[in-house]
């Protein structure tokens, strides 16, 4: 049973140009989270979403940043025209539900290097 | 809103035990979690309180006290592979979407 799964794991852009993160959940799981996080910092909530529906988009900047849980395919974190402190680990977790036990999945990340 | 406040950096040497602490502020309360962090690595979960107490997982416990806002994660027998950064966490009701929302991470130096 695969777990989450991030690509790409690793991306270089240049600034200006687009960003595009993909998450695929674990297998029954309906929820997903993303997280940014900086060298040596914490995991700063983006955006929560669930199938076709975005929950919490309260962490998220209001430009260039978008997110989308399609009814099928992976999620997708998008950004536009990065710039360089868009430089850092984007986590993808996932959960069946409001999980009981307080557990989120997390998939390796994807690290993002702006030039 | 949430808040979960934890020490930066924690060192110990093998064999010993480590206490991290973690004090919170919030509009409601959803139980709190603990996960593991190794460096270039994914979160992974260790542990988790919804009621006060301690629960027990191997050479790992975590306790909670719901009426002091306060948590902590035990780590005994310390290993050179714990050398990690250890998140507290909780759902956040106040928004009406229970995201979760994580502490400032605690970094464990395990010293031979």
């Known amino acids: 049973n695969a777990g989450v799964m991030q690509n790409p794991r690793h991306l270089v852009r240049r600034r200006g140009q687009e960003a595009r993160l993909r998450c695929s959940p674990m297998?029954?799981?309906?929820?997903v989270y993303w997280y940014r996080q900086l060298p040596e910092e914490g995991l700063k909530f983006m955006v929560y979403?669930?199938?076709?529906?975005?929950?919490?988009e309260s962490g998220m900047p209001k430009e260039r940043f978008s997110a989308e849980f399609p009814k099928e395919g992976p999620s997708i974190l998008r950004i536009q025209q990065v710039v360089r402190g868009d430089s850092a680990a984007y986590f993808c977790a996932s959960s069946q539900g409001h999980s009981n036990t307080g557990e989120l999945f997390f998939g390796e990340g994807s690290r993002l290097t702006v030039l | 809103g949430q808040s979960l406040e934890q020490p930066s950096e924690v060192t110990a040497v093998e064999g010993a035990i480590v206490q991290i602490n973690c004090t919170y502020q919030?509009?409601?309360?959803?139980?709190l979690s603990w996960y593991q962090q190794h460096d270039g690595g994914a979160p992974t979960f260790l542990s988790y309180n919804g009621l006060d107490g301690l629960e027990e997982t191997g050479r790992f416990s975590s306790f909670l006290s719901r009426s002091d806002s306060y948590g902590y994660l035990l780590l005994q027998e310390l290993q050179m592979k714990d050398s990690a950064s250890y998140f507290c966490a909780v759902r956040d009701p106040s928004s009406g979407t229970y995201k979760y929302i994580f502490g400032t991470g605690t970094r464990l130096k395990v010293l031979a």
């Open positions: 297998k029954g799981h309906s929820h």
């Open positions: 979403l669930q199938k076709e529906n975005i929950i919490d």
């Open positions: 919030t509009s409601g309360f959803y139980g």
